[in-house]
């Protein structure tokens, strides 16, 4: 072992914001997207207009795809057939967001998870299962930081129907379904 | 499955490595930190950039620096102008994935002298916050409506992991509080506190629970740059080369919502492909040292568990007990990690990468392992708990 230390002189300079100038730029406009919802996920959103969570799954793995997809990516084949989910399931994992998508401190934190959902007929382990990230409602902080809220059973809150518009949104949550 | 079927003409060796200081808001370009970067690898190798064939870039997602397609844009400044040149990216995994892909450009036969240069820039993007560039990361259709920030994934996949394994938040604040206390050793680092505690991580801003601010690295600018060789070349360079026993890359699904997120499966399949190429069949014992991807602190603990460093749940009693400690007897991030040198993401990689380099030649200095050094392992994690770059260097 020799005494040298590696990286030698690194380079760079650090800059303050009071002495150095910044060239800025802003987004000219405002930049906006149209994405394809594609052959799966728009029969996914229209069935979420309709209230149902809708599926596909693969005859050959067995595995249930929610969020739907046309072709099954392991098999690499076309899925087999449309299959609904109930609106129910597990909390697979959740957890608080105290901050807002740009960071902004929010002034109450948000519960956020991740739903295993059921499928009548059909079992699932933790390796594969149909899934949605989705919000939590109805459960308090320390349901949530006691991790009591692993394994609890939450429902779908839907929209009322002419509110909704084919979107993930038309659930404004998972609500915990109290025994 | 993976790894049977690879086969090489060449043995690779790094023969040279540098990096620039990591920190937020650096004065220099993009092109200019890959440039002091890489003008530092090749003085260390001793070559200039005429002895160079080929150049891989590294960078990871565009929107951080700003400047659409990035590979073409750093060129300049990493040495690529008239030479054949690519821009590998697979978001965070980026890092480890350029001395991947510069191998194979050497072990084909195709060059025979490699440069290999990642860069990132974060801070540029910084309005209103670095946290929004990630938002493209996330399912147009399925995910984005829902307006989530970077932070939601991490902090589910860290419950996930605290749940099944029943981990304390202590013993996660663990990981945060030994990196950042050895990159104090790193003439780099952006976050040396050789006084943190476990207080003081379990005391900082709560992000997204149980993520906290110290839990997770912080932002930063910064390049690194490596020289590789094939055997031959290498041999007439240095007397020292550290030769790349194996490496390992995968990908796993975007629809992270349908799997399990308390083992990361990605990392498990990367690193049985480098360890098949390398001879190693137990980890444990036969690599002396680690530099497992920490952007957030149970990353380091998830895994050491998906690289074999440890069993399923253990990583967290392996770092009560001191095991990962500089001086322990399973060295895990020396350098101080991205949670201590700091997270200019491809580079950050990268950083690990040289820095296995210079713990196997013994050039660590205030960071070298206590114990010699023949086998180390650098890895990174990109993406949606999605691609796993996995490499084992040694004597
Ligand atoms: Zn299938």
Redesign the interface.
């Known amino acids: 072992m020799s005494g040298a230390t590696k990286p030698l002189n690194p380079r760079g300079t650090k800059y303050e914001k009071v002495d150095f100038p910044v060239f800025e730029f802003p987004v000219v406009g405002k930049a906006r997207y149209n994405y394809t919802t594609g052959q799966a996920l728009g029969r996914f959103l229209a069935g979420l207009k309709e209230g149902k969570i809708l599926g596909t799954y693969c005859a050959k793995c067995g595995r249930v795809f929610v969020p739907p997809r046309m072709y099954c990516s392991y098999c690499f084949r076309e899925v087999d057939g449309w299959i609904e989910a109930r609106d129910e399931g597990v909390v697979v994992t959740a957890v608080l967001s105290y901050i807002s998508a740009t960071r902004a401190r929010l002034e109450k934190p948000v519960a956020v998870g991740v739903i295993k959902l059921d499928v009548p007929g059909r079992q699932f382990d933790d390796h594969f299962f149909p899934g949605l990230m989705h919000y939590i409602c109805g459960a308090s902080e320390d349901d949530v930081k006691s991790m009591r809220i692993f394994g609890a059973r939450v429902k779908a809150k839907w929209k009322p129907p002419e509110q909704r518009t084919g979107s993930i949104t038309d659930i404004e949550c998972f609500e915990v379904v109290r025994p | 499955m993976t790894g049977r079927n690879i086969n090489f003409k060449h043995r690779v060796a790094v023969v040279g ?5 990591f ?6 370009t993009p092109q200019e ?1 890959a440039w ?1 970067a890489a003008k ?1 690898a090749l003085d ?1 190798a001793g070559l200039t950039l005429k002895d160079i064939d080929c150049v891989v870039i590294g960078s990871a997602p565009d929107a951080f620096d700003g400047v659409h397609m990035k590979g073409e844009y750093l060129a300049e400044g990493a040495g690529g102008i008239h030479k054949p040149t690519v821009r590998v990216f697979v978001g965070g995994a980026t890092g480890v994935f350029v001395p991947i892909a510069a191998w194979w450009h050497v072990a084909s036969g195709l060059c025979k002298r490699v440069l290999a240069v990642a860069e990132e820039k974060m801070s540029h993007a910084a309005k ?2 670095t ?2 560039v990630f ?1 493209y990361i996330w ?5 984005k ?5 970077l ?2 994934i991490f ?3 860290m ?2 992991y ?2 099944k394994c029943n981990v304390k938040k202590e013993d996660i604040a663990l990981v945060s509080v030994k990196n950042k206390r050895n990159a104090c ?1 790193h ?2 680092a952006q976050l040396c506190m050789p006084n943190i505690t476990v207080d003081d991580v379990l005391k900082s801003e ?6 906290q601010l110290y839990d997770i690295s912080p932002t930063t ?2 390049a690194a740059a490596l020289v590789l060789a094939s055997e031959e070349e290498a041999r007439r360079i240095t007397d020292t080369p550290v030769w790349v026993k194996g490496i390992g890359w995968t990908l796993d ?1 975007t ?1 992270w ?6 083992y990361p499966e990605y990392v498990r399949r990367a690193a049985e492909m480098a360890y098949r190429m390398a001879g190693i069949d137990n980890p444990r014992k036969q690599i002396d040292v680690a530099e497992p991807y920490d952007p957030f602190d149970y990353k380091e603990l998830h895994h050491m568990e998906g690289l074999g460093l440890a069993k399923k749940c253990e990583a967290p009693i392996l770092t009560r007990e001191g095991v990962t400690q500089r001086d322990g007897d399973l060295p895990i991030n020396p350098s101080g990690g991205l949670l201590g040198v700091g997270n200019p993401i491809a580079a950050a990689g990268l950083m690990k990468v ?1 820095e296995i380099f ?1 713990q196997v ?8 392992v206590k114990k010699p050094v023949y086998t180390g392992l650098a890895q990174a994690w990109g993406d949606l708990m999605q691609a796993g770059t996995v490499i084992v260097m040694g004597i």
């Open positions: 490595a540098g990096m620039t200081l920190r937020s808001r650096m004065l220099e930190l002091l530092q260390e209103p916050h946290q929004y938002r399912d147009p259709i399925v995910e409506p829902l307006n989530p920030n932070i939601w902090a589910m996949e419950h996930r605290m749940h050793g003439p780099s709560v992000l997204v629970w149980p993520v600018d910064g699904t629809h919502t349908n799997r399990d997120l308390a040289a210079w030649r013994g050039e660590a200095g205030a960071r070298q």
